[in-house]
C-alpha cells in the first residue's frame, strides 16, 4: 500500500512502546520495559511467547562460553528460578522443558502488565521523518495501526526495521546464501536405558566413545551424529543410509537431547535443510515443513528399525516455528564483527558478554572457537548497546539474532543467552530515552548496564 493508504487505517492500540516479536529477545524487552513503568504493547505472529525457545522447541540454552556462565540479564535468572519451581529446567536453567517455559514466560509477561496481541503480524510500518509513528499490523480483524513512541523489533528477521526503511544484510556475504533451517521435532515413550545399552555396545565394538551419553538413571540424553567429526553412532547412521533406512542429508547434521522433567521425552536438533533456506521466503518455510515432516517420518522409522528404546515411541511434537538461525541482520549505529570476537574487544557501552563460538552450519560444520587466538586475561567478547540502536532512526531499536552483527559474528550472537540479554537491554533503554525525552542512542550503554546489574544482572570480572 502506499503511504497515503496506510495511513487511513484505524488506529487500533496506542503504547509507550511497542515490541514487535515474542520470542524470548522480544519477551525480555517488553517485561523490561513494562517494570521500568512503560506502557507496552507485545505483538506476535504466533499463539505464544518463547519464538525459538518453544515455537521452534530450541532447547537447551547454549553455554557462554565463559566461566561461571553469566547471562548478563537479571530476567533469565528470574526466568529459570520461576521454571525451577514449576520443574521445567535444571539448577542451571540451561535445559527446559519447552510447553513450561511458554506458560512461565506468558505469565511472566503478564505480572508485568504487558499486553499482548497474538495472532498479529507486522507487514508495514508508517515512517516520519526519522521516526516511526505506526505499525501496521494484521490479523482476524483486518489491517490496523498501532501508534508508539518507541518501537523495539524483535521479530529474528528484522520485519519492522525493513518495513520501515532501515538497511540490513543477508546472508553470507560471499555467497549470499542463508545458514540451513532446521524444523525440530520431539518424540516421547522412549526407553532411555535401553538406549543406553544400545550405545555402550556401539562404544565396546568400535572403541569410539563420542557424543552418544545416557545417564545411569536414563534421565539425561545427548547424542549427536553430523558426517563432519567420527562420533559413536557414525557407523550406525552410515549403515543406515547405504540400506537406504536414511538419506545423506540426515546424517549431514542430527543432534537429540533429553527435556527436563519429561522421562523418555527427546528433543531432536533436526532435520536440517541446506537448499531453499531464506528464512524471510514463504515458500521456503513451506517447503521446510513439508520435507522437513516428511524427513521426520523417515527418521523415526530409522529409530524404530536401529535404535534400541525407539520400539513403542512416537512423534509427540512437531515445531509450528521452522528453526531460522540467519537471515536479515540489521543496521545499527555499531555492527559487530568477526574480527571483534576474535579480538575479544570490549566496550565501555557494553550489555552482554559471550565467548560462544562462530557456529556456522552446513554440510560441513565450521564452528570456529574463539579460545584459539587474542587473550587479553578476560576469555570473552562484548556486545556494545550501540548494536541495538538502528541507524538514521531515533525511536527504532533491535534486539535478538536480527541485531547489528555481520555474518559470522551473527553466528555466534544469535543463541539465547545473547538474545535474552539484548531484550533486556533494549527495553531498558527504550524506557530511559522516553523519560529523558532523547533519541536511544543518547543513552550511556554503561548506564543501562548498570542498571541490569542493580536489577541481578551477572557479569564475568
Same mark, same amino acid.
Given at each position: 500500500m502506499d503511504r497515503q493508504t496506510l495511513t487511513q487505517l484505524p488506529v487500533s492500540h496506542r503504547a509507550d512502546i511497542v515490541v514487535c516479536g515474542a520470542g524470548v529477545a522480544g519477551a525480555f524487552a517488553a517485561i523490561a520495559a513494562a517494570r521500568e513503568g512503560m506502557d507496552v504493547l507485545l505483538v506476535e505472529q504466533f499463539g505464544m511467547a518463547g519464538g525459538s525457545a518453544t515455537a521452534g522447541l530450541v532447547t537447551p540454552v547454549m553455554h557462554s562460553g565463559i566461566e561461571g556462565d553469566p547471562a548478563c540479564s537479571y530476567l533469565s535468572a528470574e526466568l529459570?528460578?520461576?521454571?525451577?519451581?514449576?520443574?521445567?529446567?535444571?539448577?542451571?536453567?540451561?535445559?527446559?522443558d519447552p510447553m513450561l517455559l511458554k506458560i512461565v514466560l506468558e505469565q511472566m509477561l503478564a505480572?508485568?502488565?504487558?499486553?499482548? /496481541?497474538?495472532?498479529?503480524?507486522?507487514?508495514?510500518? #508508517?515512517?516520519?521523518? $526519522?521516526?516511526?509513528?505506526?505499525? @501496521?499490523? &494484521?490479523?482476524?480483524?483486518? /489491517?490496523?495501526?498501532?501508534?508508539?513512541?518507541?518501537? #523495539?523489533?524483535?521479530? $529474528?528477521?528484522?520485519?519492522?526495521? @525493513?518495513? &520501515?526503511?532501515?538497511?540490513?544484510?543477508?546472508?553470507?556475504?560471499?555467497?549470499?546464501?542463508?545458514?540451513?533451517?532446521s524444523l525440530r521435532y520431539v518424540v516421547d515413550g522412549v526407553d532411555t536405558l535401553a538406549l543406553r545399552t544400545l550405545f555402550e555396545e556401539v562404544k565396546a565394538r568400535t572403541g569410539v566413545d563420542r557424543c552418544a551419553d545416557v545417564s545411569e538413571d536414563g534421565l539425561y540424553v545427548y547424542a549427536d551424529c553430523c558426517k563432519a567429526k567420527p562420533v559413536t553412532l557414525t557407523p550406525v547412521f552410515e549403515k543406515a543410509v547405504a540400506d537406504g533406512d536414511l538419506i545423506p542429508e540426515d546424517h549431514f547434521y542430527w543432534q537429540a537431547?533429553?527435556?527436563?522433567?519429561?522421562?523418555?521425552?527427546?528433543?531432536?536438533?533436526?532435520?536440517?535443510?541446506f537448499e531453499h533456506i531464506d528464512g524471510t521466503s514463504v515458500r521456503d518455510l513451506t517447503l521446510a515443513?513439508?520435507?522437513?515432516?516428511?524427513?521426520?517420518?523417515?527418521?523415526?522409522?530409522?529409530?524404530?528399525?536401529?535404535?534400541?528404546?525407539?520400539?513403542?515411541?512416537?512423534?509427540?511434537?512437531?515445531?509450528?516455528?521452522v528453526g531460522v538461525r540467519e537471515s536479515r541482520e540489521i543496521d545499527t549505529d555499531y555492527v559487530l564483527t568477526a574480527e571483534d570476537l576474535f579480538l575479544k574487544r570490549k566496550f565501555d557501552d557494553m550489555f552482554c558478554q559471550s565467548n560462544y563460538p562462530i557456529d556456522v552450519h552446513g554440510e560441513m560444520l565450521s564452528n570456529t572457537l574463539l579460545d584459539k587466538v587474542t587473550d587479553d586475561g578476560k576469555p570473552w567478547y562484548e556486545i556494545p548497546y550501540r548494536c541495538l540502536t538502528v541507524k538514521g532512526f531515533d525511536n527504532l531499536m533491535v534486539a535478538g539474532r536480527c541485531l547489528g552483527a555481520e555474518f559470522a559474528a551473527e553466528a555466534s550472537v544469535r543463541v539465547q543467552q545473547s538474545a535474552r540479554s539484548s531484550g533486556e537491554a533494549a527495553g531498558i533503554g527504550a524506557a530511559m530515552a522516553l523519560r529523558q525525552g532523547v533519541a536511544p542512542r543518547e543513552i550511556d550503554g554503561a548506564e543501562i548496564r548498570a542498571r541490569m546489574v542493580a536489577l541481578g544482572a551477572k557479569y564475568a570480572q
Open positions: 529459570r528460578d520461576r521454571l525451577r519451581i514449576a520443574g521445567g529446567c535444571d539448577e542451571s536453567g540451561r535445559s527446559f505480572d508485568a502488565g504487558v499486553r499482548l /496481541l497474538y495472532y498479529t503480524f507486522v507487514p508495514d510500518a #508508517i515512517v516520519e521523518e $526519522g521516526r516511526v509513528t505506526s505499525a @501496521v499490523i &494484521a490479523n482476524k480483524e483486518g /489491517l490496523s495501526r498501532i501508534e508508539g513512541r518507541m518501537f #523495539i523489533d524483535c521479530t $529474528g528477521d528484522g520485519d519492522l526495521c @525493513v518495513r &520501515a526503511g532501515a538497511g540490513f544484510r543477508k546472508g553470507n556475504p560471499k555467497t549470499g546464501v542463508n545458514q540451513p533451517m537431547f533429553s527435556i527436563e522433567g519429561r522421562r523418555g521425552s527427546i528433543a531432536f536438533n533436526c532435520p536440517e535443510f515443513q513439508i520435507n522437513g515432516k516428511r524427513a521426520i517420518m523417515r527418521q523415526m522409522a530409522f529409530y524404530r528399525k536401529c535404535l534400541r528404546g525407539f520400539e513403542h515411541a512416537w512423534v509427540s511434537e512437531i515445531a509450528p516455528m
